[in-house]
């Protein structure tokens, strides 16, 4: 299983980009596929020449910050992923969609399969960086009554709520599973039914479930680039884990797919008991969720 990095696994990235290219001055860029490119104005080699001055997340994006107000932004998508060389060593070239080289190494953005959806933006200064903001809140950072509002803004099942960018920054497919699970939510309830309880209740399980998979994913990395990134872990409870038993209480994890989508569940932990069908949720999942990744991200923001 594939799933698209989220919170935790960009987090790490990111820690990782900031002990190797802030303050070091992007050299060349080479881009081994063009189309990688989603921007032309301002040119990508605009960037050359110019010190790394910050770094950030941008719901599942990461933002680049050079000098004089450029922003490169990368999505990684599905299949995308970040490799680094240090200096001196040769940088794989395997899947390679764009080399960027410092005087102390190579950043290599690459990308499985044959679909291409990882992308690179070139952006010039902060108000075109907030235009690519999907909007959704800081889920670690705000107060109960932000997470409350965002949550029943629209009626949504909780599932399609916490994976919407527009709701929440950096909540994607696999750790959405985990939160459920860890709240004892099912991922089918609307989110208008939620009660104070289960809203504070589920604000707790995100918060704990994205801050101990960051701390987990940060021991692994042990200091160096992190490799194999995926948002499927061998340690998590529901996600990727159908027809396993829930570590909690035994049951048989089960599942739903709708197009791109698939929800992991315990049936006894999240919904009484009962087993999800397929048939009769279809209809709800056709018209609750977005067909395509492309196509949730690409929607006009909700009103604030």
Not at 188 to 211: C, D, F, W
Request: aromatic fraction near 6%.
């Amino acid at each position: 299983m594939r799933d698209m990095p989220e919170l935790p696994d960009i987090t790490v990235y990111l820690e990782a980009l900031e002990r190797r290219v802030a303050g070091q001055v992007l050299e060349k860029i080479r881009l081994e596929n063009i189309f990688v490119l989603r921007t032309a104005v301002p040119p990508i080699d605009s960037l050359e020449k110019r010190r790394v001055v910050a770094l950030r997340r941008i719901g599942k994006r990461i933002a680049c910050g050079f000098e004089g107000e450029r922003w490169l932004v990368l999505h990684l998508m599905i299949a995308g992923r970040l490799q680094w060389a240090e200096a001196g060593v040769k940088p794989k070239n395997v899947n390679a969609l764009a080399h960027f080289s410092f005087p102390n190494g190579t950043l290599t953005l690459t990308e499985a399969g044959t679909k291409r959806r990882a992308s690179l933006h070139v952006l010039d200064g902060e108000a075109a960086l907030r235009a690519i903001d999907p909007g959704g809140i800081d889920v670690l950072a705000g107060s109960t009554e932000e997470f409350g509002a965002a949550l029943t803004r629209e009626n949504h099942t909780l599932k399609r709520s916490l994976t919407d960018p527009h709701l929440f920054s950096g909540i994607g497919n696999a750790y959405s599973d985990e939160i459920l699970h860890a709240a004892k939510l099912s991922p089918v309830m609307l989110t208008p039914k939620l009660s104070a309880a289960e809203i504070a209740r589920l604000q707790v399980a995100v918060k704990e479930v994205l801050g101990a998979w960051t701390e987990r994913l940060r021991r692994e990395a042990g200091g160096k680039f992190p490799a194999k990134v995926t948002a499927f872990h061998a340690g998590m409870a529901v996600h990727g884990k159908f027809g396993q038993p829930c570590p909690v209480c035994g049951t048989t994890v089960q599942r739903i797919r709708y197009a791109e989508n698939e929800v992991n569940y315990c049936p006894r932990c999240q919904t009484g008991g009962k087993l999800l069908a397929d048939r009769s949720l279809s209809r709800l999942l056709k018209q609750d969720w977005p067909r395509t990744i492309e196509e949730a991200e690409a929607r006009p923001r909700s009103g604030r």
